[in-house]
């Protein structure tokens, strides 16, 4: 099976800070890679897939990069909204389509 | 709208069966893939089962051979079977449609749609 690592396991940052979040695939995926973003309590919800397509309804603020084994996610201006968990999830081949581990964005 | 409402949660003791349900409205279950996740307490997203448009189905090996996903098409939801419930097994289920898109000359793969989870506890 492929194992999705993503780091940082948490960050923090300020309202208005540019935010990077980084996901490794243990073998090439190609573009193969979606988003999402969960708040407490509440049910994930797509940003991104295809590596880099923005989900309709998405604010712009967010984009998606790469290919192959190496993924980024990136919050150009981190608004009051955005503190929350994402997690990266391949779609390659057969199921199991896995998780990464998350990573919290929380307030400095 | 496009909506999914699970059910069918609560506590069971181990070793016990459960049925979640899932209830689409806005769509067809069975015109899409549709897959179930599920979230352990204080933990990430576990990928658990899915059931393609035409019926076949895929599972984690975590769930292999204990839990079923199924679908009622006359009644437009989504099942999952869960017998030999383990302490492990306690989460929050969710369900999701799984939309098939057509990047040419690929096909991906995404959650776009999520019911707002149902709970499952295993404990005696």
């Known amino acids: 099976d492929i194992q999705m690592t993503q780091s940082p396991s948490s960050l923090s940052a300020s309202v208005g800070d540019r935010v990077t979040v980084t996901c490794r695939a243990s073998q090439s995926i190609g573009s193969y890679l979606n988003w999402y973003q969960q708040k407490p309590g509440k049910a994930p919800k797509l940003l991104i897939y295809?590596?880099?397509s923005l989900q309709s309804g998405v604010p712009s603020r967010f984009s998606g990069s790469g290919s192959g084994t190496d993924f980024t996610l990136t919050i150009s201006s981190l608004q009051p909204e955005d503190f929350a968990t994402y997690y990266c999830q391949h779609n390659y081949g057969n199921p199991p389509w896995t998780f990464g581990q998350g990573t919290k964005v929380e307030i400095k | 709208e496009v909506q999914l409402v699970e059910s069918g949660g609560g506590l069971i003791q181990p070793g016990g069966s459960l049925r979640l349900s899932c209830a689409a409205s806005?769509?067809?279950?069975?015109?899409?893939?549709m897959s179930w996740v599920r979230q352990a307490p204080g933990k990430g997203l576990e990928w658990v089962s899915v059931i393609y448009s035409g019926g076949n189905t895929n599972y984690a090996d975590s769930v292999k051979g204990r839990f079923t996903i199924s679908r009622d098409n006359s009644k437009n939801t989504l099942y999952l079977q869960m017998n030999s419930l383990r302490a492990e097994d306690t989460a929050v289920f969710y369900c999701?449609?799984?939309?098939?898109?057509?990047?040419?000359?690929?096909?991906?793969?995404?959650?776009?749609?999520w019911g707002k989870g149902t709970t499952v506890t295993v404990s005696s």
């Open positions: 806005g769509f067809s279950v069975s015109d899409n893939y």
């Open positions: 999701a449609r799984t939309k098939r898109e057509l990047l040419s000359p690929n096909y991906y793969y995404y959650m776009d749609v």
């Open positions: 295809a590596a880099s």
